[in-house]
């Protein structure tokens, strides 16, 4: 970026976190809901026993990893596409092609902070659940943090592509719900997976974030390349399509 251009992204950027940190009821679902969830379920004696249907985890360690598909499908498909259909639906993105902070700077300036929620989320998720509740911290950090880079990239692209197509906060979240359902159903959130058929389990292994992926990491084993594969070209894929779709007025 040029100079004009860093100084009005960095404007918009410390206007778009106040009024993100504003968002009070924003904020706790996104970067706390999960640990939340997993504080009320530690909680419960027998959800912290080793069981062998687990592998000999506790249920709260197994269930960790769908904890992160919360705040993944929240930012990136729920808060993410339905602000930039409110700011188009508004004119905010045409009023800002007149001035020295481009339409393009507040769509950066709002990736990064759905970004900065999502790892804030992961990392108090991570901590808490170590220091509460024994669970380990990932035991393949290196390919953790390729599939949670590859499918937080999956998730976003996603939502940005509804925020594309949707002119109105209510058409993107009419077009965000049924994704948004299907990405928290897939990735064990309204059910754990071992409680789903075989074939809808391996279904969420290649489902946006890609949930399995995340589990062998955190559990010591590395992923399998043909997970993080499907989510890096959901990415590019999502990513481009977003590009092309999209319209700032």
């Given amino acids: 970026m040029k100079g004009n251009d860093m100084r009005g992204f960095g404007q918009l950027l410390r206007i778009e976190t106040r009024l993100y940190l504003r968002d009070i009821a924003t904020v706790v679902t996104t970067v706390g809901l999960p640990t939340l969830v997993l504080v009320?379920?530690?909680?419960?004696?027998?959800?912290?026993?080793?069981?062998?249907?687990?592998?000999?985890?506790?249920?709260?360690?197994?269930?960790?990893?769908?904890?992160?598909?919360?705040?993944?499908?929240?930012?990136?498909?729920?808060?993410?596409?339905?602000?930039?259909?409110?700011?188009?639906e508004r004119?905010?993105?045409?009023?800002?092609?007149?001035?020295?902070?481009s339409p393009a700077a507040l769509l950066a300036a709002q990736l990064v902070i759905t970004l900065a929620a999502i790892v804030?989320?992961?990392?108090?998720?991570?901590?808490?659940?170590?220091?509460a509740f024994g669970v380990p911290l990932p035991r393949h950090p290196l390919g953790f943090t390729v599939a949670?880079?590859?499918?937080?990239?999956?998730?976003?692209?996603?939502?940005?592509l509804v925020a594309a197509v949707a002119r109105t906060a209510k058409v993107a979240q009419a077009l965000m719900a049924p994704l948004f359902l299907l990405i928290m159903f897939f990735g064990g959130v309204y059910l754990p997976r071992f409680l789903l058929p075989d074939f809808l389990v391996r279904v969420g292994d290649y489902t946006p974030p890609g949930v399995q992926a995340l589990l062998d990491s955190w559990t010591g084993?590395?992923?399998?390349?043909?997970?993080l594969?499907?989510?890096a070209v959901v990415a590019v894929l999502a990513g481009a399509g977003a590009a092309k779709l999209f319209r700032w007025e």
């Fill in 40 to 88: 009320v379920l530690g909680l419960i004696p027998a959800l912290r026993r080793p069981d062998p249907t687990f592998d000999g985890q506790t249920f709260v360690s197994y269930f960790a990893p769908s904890l992160l598909v919360v705040t993944l499908a929240v930012a990136g498909l729920n808060v993410l596409p339905t602000m930039l259909a409110t700011y188009r």
């Fill in 120 to 131: 804030a989320s992961a990392v108090l998720l991570v901590v808490v659940g170590r220091l």
């Fill in 221 to 227: 084993t590395p992923p399998r390349p043909l997970h």
């Fill in 91 to 101: 004119g905010v993105l045409r009023r800002l092609a007149t001035t020295p902070a």
């Fill in 148 to 160: 949670f880079v590859l499918g937080t990239a999956a998730l976003l692209a996603l939502g940005l």
């Fill in 229 to 231: 594969v499907i989510m």
